[in-house]
């Protein structure tokens, strides 16, 4: 998902991945699946198959830490401030980067032979920061385009195919 401030002499772009479910909603499922799986389990063991007890709790457990796992990744974001001088990358881990704009340039990598989503890396002569990973190919696109029309320089690995 991209959202984009525009101010006097700056532009901002706030990058955050699409959020299926939300934490609480998240939670609701991992309360059903374990009541489902639970249940199964109970029955099985007054049937006298005990042994099936723990291999569900294990189950439980390793779904529920997956799904936590995916959910917390979901509330990274990126933020771009470009401003007239300079572009300034911030992102959810607390890490700060910034690049002089005339000297960036934004490389748009798109797979040639394996079809994967595209890149979008920045790069300088000191530094190269890969941005948006989280996105998909859509809005990798339309970031593309918005950094365009901010005035960076664009450069397209597949030239031949707009």
């Given at each position: 998902?991209?959202?984009?401030s525009?101010?006097?002499?700056?532009?901002?772009?706030?990058?955050?991945?699409?959020?299926?479910?939300?934490?609480?909603?998240?939670?609701?499922?991992?309360?059903?699946?374990?009541?489902?799986?639970?249940?199964?389990?109970?029955?099985?063991?007054?049937?006298?198959?005990?042994?099936?007890?723990?291999?569900?709790?294990?189950?439980?457990?390793?779904?529920?830490?997956?799904?936590?796992?995916?959910?917390?990744?979901?509330?990274?974001?990126?933020?771009?401030?470009?401003?007239k001088?300079?572009?300034?990358?911030?992102?959810?881990?607390?890490?700060q980067?910034?690049?002089?704009?005339?000297?960036?340039?934004l490389?748009?990598?798109?797979?040639?032979h394996?079809?994967?989503?595209?890149?979008?890396?920045?790069?300088?002569?000191?530094?190269?920061?890969?941005i948006?990973a989280?996105?998909?190919?859509?809005?990798?696109?339309?970031?593309?385009?918005?950094?365009?029309?901010?005035?960076?320089?664009?450069?397209?690995?597949?030239?031949?195919n707009g």
């Amino acid at each position: 998902m991209i959202e984009i401030s525009t101010f006097d002499d700056s532009t901002q772009l706030r990058l955050s991945p699409n959020r299926s479910a939300t934490w609480k909603q998240t939670k609701l499922l991992m309360l059903g699946f374990t009541c489902f799986v639970v249940s199964i389990a109970v029955a099985w063991t007054l049937v006298g198959a005990w042994v099936i007890l723990p291999f569900a709790g294990l189950e439980v457990l390793a779904l529920s830490l997956i799904m936590y796992l995916v959910s917390r990744a979901t509330y990274q974001w990126e933020e771009v401030v470009i401003n007239k001088d300079t572009i300034r990358i911030i992102n959810s881990k607390g890490t700060q980067l910034v690049l002089q704009r005339v000297q960036t340039s934004l490389f748009f990598i798109e797979d040639i032979h394996n079809r994967r989503i595209p890149k979008l890396v920045f790069s300088t002569t000191q530094a190269k920061c890969e941005i948006g990973a989280f996105l998909n190919e859509k809005d990798k696109s339309l970031l593309q385009h918005h950094f365009s029309e901010a005035g960076i320089m664009v450069c397209k690995n597949k030239w031949w195919n707009g």
